[in-house]
């Protein structure tokens, strides 16, 4: 073989080497970067109020802390020391007969009063009311749970049972919302299917769009955060004006 050829060979071989090397110990600066980024976790959450971490801890696979801060927001404005002219009171405004039913079944004195318990209780009771109306499919169900925490299970039975008569699907919540509403009707409450007599049912109504509307809002807000925080994470990549992006993944 030439001295020549050699000469290329080894010059092809040294090269090799080179480019072997040098692409471990991008491969090693690289993984030292992502352990370096993940030691700095950014907040994992959106913040929404100073009680995100209570409701959080009393979320579960039903009700999530956003659903949970969306009914927050609607009932007291994250206020715990407002009360209504009917006597609900804390973040949740339970109602103290409910709020009581509730711990006594959760075997906790109810002569206690926290921002805690007001919220595991209101929790507790929605899982009393998901299980009244078991027979409606989720999401569609939350707007009867909303509807009944508002007003009680009793006066949307009603508007139920005169749907059902009248040929209207009463699994709809908007199907049934004129329904609700006809309820402050004499012609319509002394209906014999009527048990609970008259009912303002355009207050629940109300209040059941307003919790949608701010649990989606939460929602959007929320996965819009996640996906910037992801982002961020992928171009944390950047490496000598090279850029390796990882898919976009959102998790919901």
Request: net charge negative; aromatic share 10%.
């Amino acid at each position: 073989m030439s001295a020549g050829k050699i000469a290329v060979l080894l010059t092809a071989a040294a090269l090799l080497v080179a480019l072997f090397s040098l692409r471990t110990c991008s491969d090693r600066d690289r993984r030292e970067t992502m352990a370096g980024a993940d030691s700095i976790q950014p907040e994992t959450w959106i913040r929404i109020s100073d009680f995100d971490e209570l409701l959080r801890e009393c979320q579960d696979s039903t009700f999530d802390w956003l659903f949970l801060s969306a009914v927050a927001y609607v009932e007291s404005k994250y206020d715990t020391a407002v009360q209504s002219g009917a006597g609900a009171f804390g973040l949740m405004q339970m109602m103290p007969s409910t709020y009581r039913q509730m711990l006594r079944e959760m075997d906790i004195d109810t002569c206690l009063i926290s921002t805690e318990l007001n919220v595991t209780a209101a929790v507790r009771y929605m899982h009393y009311l998901d299980r009244q109306f078991s027979f409606i499919d989720m999401p569609e169900r939350l707007n009867y749970i909303l509807g009944s925490y508002n007003a009680g299970t009793g006066h949307v039975f009603d508007a139920m049972r005169l749907a059902r008569r009248d040929g209207i699907n009463r699994y709809r919540w908007s199907a049934i919302v004129p329904v609700i509403q006809s309820l402050s009707e004499d012609s319509v409450y002394s209906d014999t299917l009527c048990r609970n007599g008259q009912f303002m049912g355009a207050e629940t109504v109300l209040y059941v769009r307003k919790v949608q509307h701010k649990y989606n809002q939460y929602r959007s807000q929320d996965l819009m955060y996640r996906a910037t925080q992801r982002l961020g994470e992928s171009l944390n990549y950047y490496r000598d004006g090279q850029a390796e992006i990882r898919p976009l993944e959102i998790v919901e």
